[in-house]
């Protein structure tokens, strides 16, 4: 069993920049692709951005491409989000999540997910 803790959300004026960190424990995260999704209030989930296993290759959704960038330490089980130059329809609860298939994170099927963590930007 994965658990998976986001941590680094917070209030940010447009503009701005913060660092999301998703850390597991439990388990090593060996060959699991790390996704991050995020959920606004009164929508659904959608998908954000995404890294396999070697980093090698990484996923952008269009809204967030050139602004957002993903990475992980592999040695440290944590992978982490950075946000720069945020706008106020970037709000949301920002969930991590980890899948043995990209395709099936990519979809939005991951196998363990976190808790998530408030991500606010003020106009």
């Known amino acids: 069993q994965v658990q998976l803790v986001e941590s680094g959300g917070g209030l940010v004026q447009a503009g701005g920049s913060l660092r999301l960190s998703c850390a597991a424990s439990g388990r090593t995260l060996s060959g699991y692709t790390m996704g991050w999704f995020r959920q606004a209030p009164g929508k659904e989930r959608e998908f954000v951005t995404a890294i396999i296993w070697s980093g090698g290759s990484t996923y952008y959704a269009d809204s967030v491409k050139g602004r957002f960038t993903i990475s992980r330490d592999n040695a440290k089980n944590t992978v982490y989000l950075q946000m720069n130059s945020l706008k106020p329809e970037d709000t949301a609860v920002y969930y991590c999540?980890?899948?043995?298939?990209?395709?099936?994170?990519?979809?939005?099927?991951?196998?363990?997910w976190g808790q998530g963590t408030q991500v606010t930007v003020s106009s």
């Open positions: 999540a980890a899948g043995l298939y990209v395709r099936k994170v990519l979809g939005g099927e991951g196998d363990y």
